[in-house]
């Protein structure tokens, strides 16, 4: 599976992204796809994952923000992300899971919220 995540920018606190994810070589409907976020001098962290039936879980500090879902026809994933604040300032990643584990990973974009 390849992924190629884009959709990031600049914006101000309160505003609006939404992320892309593409991928090609397997259909997001036959995986958990996940989106994840890195900050300078942190570690990666989960945000939200979709799966089956568009099943969904998200990280606390994110629930009622963020929204993940898919477009099978597509074959795309995408992160609504809403109310956003400074400290949502990172590199975003969408990844895919085989085997119970993340094994495929987009490439990164970078999402900078002013304040």
């Known amino acids: 599976v390849q992924l190629q995540a884009f959709g990031g920018g600049l914006v101000q606190a309160g505003g609006s992204l939404r992320l892309s994810c593409a991928a090609s070589?397997?259909?997001?409907?036959?995986?958990?796809a996940a989106w994840f976020r890195q900050a300078p001098g942190k570690e990666r962290e989960f945000l939200a994952s979709?799966?089956?039936?568009?099943?969904?879980h998200y990280r606390d500090s994110v629930k009622g923000r963020f929204t993940i879902s898919r477009d099978n026809a597509r074959n795309t994933v995408y992160l609504q992300m809403n109310s956003l604040k400074p400290e949502d300032t990172a590199v975003y990643y969408c990844?895919?899971?085989?085997?119970?584990?993340?094994?495929?990973w987009g490439q990164g974009t970078p999402v900078t919220v002013s304040s």
């Open positions: 990844a895919a899971a085989s085997a119970g584990q993340f094994n495929y």
């Open positions: 070589g397997r259909t997001f409907s036959s995986v958990v």
């Open positions: 979709i799966w089956g039936g568009s099943s969904t």
